[in-house]
């Protein structure tokens, strides 16, 4: 399976040789890699409960001395449409959704929400619990997963300009949710007691120190935490929050609740869900979970990804707005009790205090040096695609492929994610769409092929591509395994065998085209960071009869705009190459049925007259 994802990247036979030739060195027995395997295999057996894959997976996230925002937070922009006509506000969008996010935690605490399933299959689950409660810790060397206990996590953190409320979301009394009215309540005590500066004047919050290369953060937290009593309650009561919300002091554009236009006001919103602000739009980004609302209105999402991945997010997605479009909240007490809402304290050093200021100006240069773009495909989408005969998600992967290769000249090394929940501590495989079948249908496109041989070379891609996903959903992908094996040779000490340094293998791992695809009712638009240098980003979803995408890369600026104009057009080629293949299907069979109904015309009709033997 290696090889065969390996073959159509190498760029002359030579290279390929070289290749075929490291893995038969590191399959050999008696081998380096043999020996890891070994190893890896003895210790499976005494983690039954979880993957083999998982200390390494966790490991990797945690031990990452990368920023978290944009390299590995994602972020959303969220549908309006999930509030009621009639909830247009900042505060009243908030306050519904807090209270329904509070009840779907309190079910997953409980053990009482109903399994996922996919395809018949109950699904791994304990991802769930670390959604609410938790928080990324940074530690020198390798950052630590806290989950504080339900009775900790009785409140939420609310973040405005540059301050921090603690708002309690249960009873104190009962511990039930709280209602609607009563959140709306202390929400907008917030938002009135939080002093208000224009956007180029208002300080940066402290929350910006999170943005920052995870050791260095680590030095300015304890030193934040030795500084004082206070600093040290305010940061223990944003570790132990259920979740964090934001309450932006800056507005998108929109109007009366509406959501972001098409074009520039989309990209700025994605943007904001992306990184934020930290003067106007301020992130912790160590945070599990955080809900944020916009100025006016528009609602956003982003979360930290060392605990889970895509799957718990897009089953609470559902749930939450699910209970706010039907008003379904928890019952909340006859009689509510809970304390008011308090600002966090924090006693800041100099030191600190320039630390902040430095890391703000860094922050902003990363995030002007990002560029993305957002494209709504509108021609045909997932309906039509199906009616054509081919799996959406193939027939997406072939046009970014196709685009990839009119940006760059080359094939990219590809990484889509599946998920890998079947399994007991699973989470996710790379399925890798660049096969010899894709890598045909995109060098027929180029060449100008007609397009009923196109349209046969990207039928086959397809029929690989779905064959490539199944087995990564199915535990029978390998960028996990290699990736397990390679972490455990360096956690000895020694160097990881040389199969790990053959230039195929290094440029197969650097995916410079990341993509991922996430398709709820409730997202608008979701957004992730691209993982190489000189590559992209790519989110897509399957909305009603369009297709959504938003590139990101670190290229000059424009550099998205470019990729997202070729994907249009890929798009487009692809839609013809569809329609050119069914419409020949369509003559040949009906070329097959006339030639048919002649056959039979001369034979008598091929019927046998009653009686006949």
Not at 142 to 168: C, M, N, Y
Not at 339 to 364: G, H, N
Not at 608 to 613: D, F
């Amino acid at each position: 399976r290696y090889l065969r994802a390996a073959e159509p990247l190498t760029t002359s036979a030579a290279q390929l040789a070289a290749t075929r030739a490291a893995v038969t060195e590191a399959l050999a027995p008696g081998s380096a890699l043999r020996s890891l395997q070994a190893e890896l295999e003895r210790r499976e057996v005494e983690r039954r409960d979880a993957s083999f894959v998982s200390a390494a997976w966790e490991s990797m996230y945690l031990k990452g001395r990368w920023p978290l925002p944009i390299n590995s937070n994602p972020g959303s922009v969220t549908r309006s449409t999930q509030y009621p006509p009639d909830v247009t506000t900042q505060v009243a969008r908030a306050a519904r959704s807090v209270a329904a996010l509070t009840a779907f935690a309190q079910e997953v605490d409980a053990g009482t929400l109903a399994p996922d399933v996919l395809k018949g299959a109950p699904l791994d689950m304990r991802q769930y619990p670390l959604m609410f409660g938790a928080t990324r810790l940074p530690r020198a060397g390798r950052d630590v997963l806290h989950k504080a206990p339900a009775e900790r996590s009785g409140h939420i953190v609310v973040l405005r300009g540059s301050d921090f409320w603690v708002v309690p979301v249960v009873d104190e009394r009962t511990r039930r949710p709280l209602s609607v009215a009563a959140l709306e309540v202390m929400l907008q005590r917030v938002v009135d007691e939080t002093p208000s500066a224009p956007p180029a004047s208002a300080p940066p919050s402290l929350a910006v120190l999170t943005t920052v290369e995870r050791d260095r953060w680590a030095r300015v937290r304890a030193e934040l935490e030795a500084h004082s009593d206070a600093n040290r309650a305010s940061l223990a009561a944003l570790d132990d929050s259920l979740f964090h919300l934001c309450l932006d002091t800056v507005d998108l554009g929109t109007k009366d609740g509406a959501e972001p236009a098409e074009g520039a006001m989309l990209d700025a919103a994605e943007r904001t869900a992306l990184v934020g602000n930290p003067r106007t739009a301020p992130r912790w980004f160590d945070k599990a979970c955080t809900y944020v609302f916009s100025a006016d209105a528009v609602p956003l999402f982003t979360f930290e990804h060392s605990w889970g991945d895509g799957m718990p997010v897009l089953r609470c997605g559902l749930e939450v707005a699910a209970r706010i479009r039907k008003g379904r909240y928890a019952a909340p007490a006859d009689d509510e009790h809970c304390a008011p809402p308090r600002r966090l304290e924090w006693k800041v050093p100099p030191a600190v205090a320039a630390e902040v200021e430095r890391c703000d100006a860094e922050f902003a240069a990363t995030c002007e040096a990002l560029d993305l773009q957002t494209l709504k495909f509108s021609a045909f989408g997932a309906p039509q695609l199906k009616e054509w005969g081919i799996s959406p998600d193939a027939a997406v992967q072939a046009a970014l492929a196709l685009a990839f290769h009119r940006v760059t000249g080359h094939l990219g090394a590809t990484y889509e994610a599946a998920t890998t929940a079947y399994f007991a501590g699973g989470r996710t495989e790379t399925a890798r769409p660049t096969t010899s079948e894709a890598s045909a249908f995109v060098h027929a496109a180029r060449e100008g092929r007609p397009l009923v041989e196109q349209a046969a070379a990207l039928h086959a891609s397809a029929k690989r591509h779905t064959q490539v996903t199944g087995d990564a959903a199915r535990g029978r992908g390998f960028d996990r395994h290699l990736f397990a094996l390679k972490t455990l040779a360096e956690e000895g000490g020694a160097a990881a065998p040389s199969f790990f340094s053959d230039p195929t293998y290094t440029h197969l791992a650097g995916n410079e085209l990341s993509t991922s695809t996430l398709t709820l009712p409730s997202v608008r638009q979701s957004i992730f960071g691209p993982v190489h240098p000189k590559g992209f980003g790519v989110m897509y979803s399957f909305p009603s009869k369009d297709l959504r995408f938003c590139a990101t890369t670190w290229g000059p600026r424009g550099s998205a705009a470019k990729m997202t104009a070729e994907i249009e057009a890929a798009l487009a080629h692809v839609g013809a190459v569809l329609e050119a293949g069914a419409k020949a299907k369509a003559e040949a069979e009906a070329k097959g049925a006339l030639a048919e109904a002649k056959s039979n015309a001369k034979g008598g009709g091929g019927v046998n007259p009653p009686g006949a033997r």
